[in-house]
């Protein structure tokens, strides 16, 4: 039956044919191992731990054991496995065969760092008699591990900014922008959505883009419209491939970046390695910039040799205005690095009084103007446009078209029948969207 269960949740997550059914047993590491004819690392084992009274998976190489001191350095308790009899019954498979696939809810699934020493790695199926191959993305994938936390930070922030009672959690399937069939199936983010929140008196629209590389399309979409970019790490895996991916396309469209480094609250994790990392690696503009320039002059120093215009300012005057730093952010010239932990709430409100102190009002032209980003449809069916508003004002029953930018037979117009401002899977009706501002139109 366990079996059956795994099955039928890995299908559904696209890996049901990764399954491999053995004729001999595979209840331990060196039996899955010659049952495979791989080495005994390459089997992931699957560790079961009671934490008071939430049950927790930690899938480590098969020739791995269990750090005391780090598992409780990272979860603040002793380390205490699931009784051997209990385990089918809390978890939902049996020794031999226990897996993060088809697992009771309420489950977390951590993936060890000795993982890392293989590509690929064989996790069991439900029983005793199976596997599944799988990459280590994959088996993030799969098993609804903790990423990077780009839609846990976006929860974090509309927690702190009172849009929502509780930050709901990717993992447990119930978070405000994740709200997607589909999306809360895999545990990942597959459709751009948006929020609006207000931080002090900053108002915010938040797109929360697709981080899957599957879904790197709908991304690269939003990057057009957007006046800045939140861009995640992951404070223990610093710059992986996706992260350079990421700021090549953000330096493409031009698009202005504040960084936040996450799970900082990990043992391992470096708060200046990671900032060496990122220096080198993406640019070395990258930095923490204090709240009170003034107070700490070796901050203005260093945010001196970001730019000539920053420099003459400096030397001129021996400091640098707060609203020199904004241009130099607007420029692309300076990006502000902000470490913290978002499933803690850690770092959160110093991360949004940065954007609410270090960002700019654009300016947009008096002539009416727009981009489409996303044409999607509401739950009934209705065709809806998304697009941002690059000049004077939409109104709604307004006739818009791509007469200004389309070639030949591909003009079009159409009246704008409703003007919906999203947040979440909800909107609100508006009459009206100032330059600016995102709306999705239907028409």
């Known amino acids: 039956m366990s079996l059956e269960r795994a099955k039928k949740y890995l299908k559904d997550k696209g890996f049901g044919d990764n399954i491999i059914e053995l004729e001999d047993s595979s209840a331990t590491v060196e039996l899955a191992a010659q049952a495979l004819g791989v080495e005994p690392g390459m089997i992931a084992k699957t560790m079961s731990f009671m934490q008071g009274d939430k049950p927790v998976l930690i899938l480590m190489e098969g020739t791995a054991k269990i750090d005391n001191r780090k598992y409780k350095d990272t979860f603040h308790v002793k380390a205490k496995m699931i009784p051997f009899d209990e385990v089918e019954g809390i978890v939902g498979h049996a020794p031999g065969g226990v897996c993060p696939f088809g697992i009771n809810d309420g489950i977390e699934v951590y993936l060890d760092e000795s993982l890392k020493r293989f590509d690929t790695v064989y996790p069991a199926a439900g029983n005793d008699h199976s596997a599944v191959r799988l990459t280590i993305d994959e088996l993030s994938d799969a098993a609804g591990a903790v990423d990077a936390g780009k839609t846990t930070l976006a929860e974090g922030i509309l927690h702190a900014c009172g849009t929502i009672r509780k930050a709901g959690r990717v993992d447990h399937k119930d978070a405000f922008l994740d709200n997607g069939e589909m999306e809360r199936a895999r545990g990942i983010t597959i459709f751009s959505k948006q929020a609006r929140v207000t931080w002090k008196d900053c108002d915010i629209t938040i797109l929360d883009t697709p981080g899957h590389v599957d879904f790197s399309a709908e991304m690269e979409r939003t990057l057009q419209v957007l006046d800045y970019a939140l861009l995640v790490i992951d404070g223990k895996d610093g710059v992986q491939g996706d992260v350079h991916t990421l700021w090549q396309l953000l330096g493409r469209y031009r698009v202005p970046v504040f960084i936040f480094v996450n799970k900082m609250d990990q043992p391992g994790t470096d708060r200046e390695a990671v900032l060496t990392e990122l220096r080198n690696k993406l ?154 501002d995102i709306c999705a139109v239907t028409g």
Do not use: H
């Open 283 to 436: 640019d070395n503009n990258i930095m923490e910039i204090p709240s009170d320039i003034a107070s700490e002059p070796e901050a203005a120093e260093e945010l001196a040799m970001c730019s000539e215009q920053l420099m003459e300012e400096y030397l001129e005057n021996g400091s640098i205005e707060a609203d020199s730093v904004n241009d130099a952010i607007c420029e692309r010239k300076l990006f502000p690095c902000f470490f913290g932990s978002a499933l803690k709430e850690e770092g959160i409100t110093e991360l949004l009084d940065g954007i609410n102190s270090m960002t700019e009002n654009m300016e947009y032209p008096e002539e009416f103007g727009a981009r489409v980003y996303k044409i999607g449809r509401d739950a009934s069916g209705v065709r809806l446009t998304y697009m941002k508003v690059t000049g004077g004002t939409l109104r709604v029953k307004m006739m818009v078209g791509n007469s200004c930018s389309a070639d030949g037979d591909n003009v079009w117009e159409e009246k704008a029948d409703q003007l919906r401002l999203y947040n979440g899977a909800g909107y609100q009706m508006a009459e009206k969207v100032e330059a600016g």
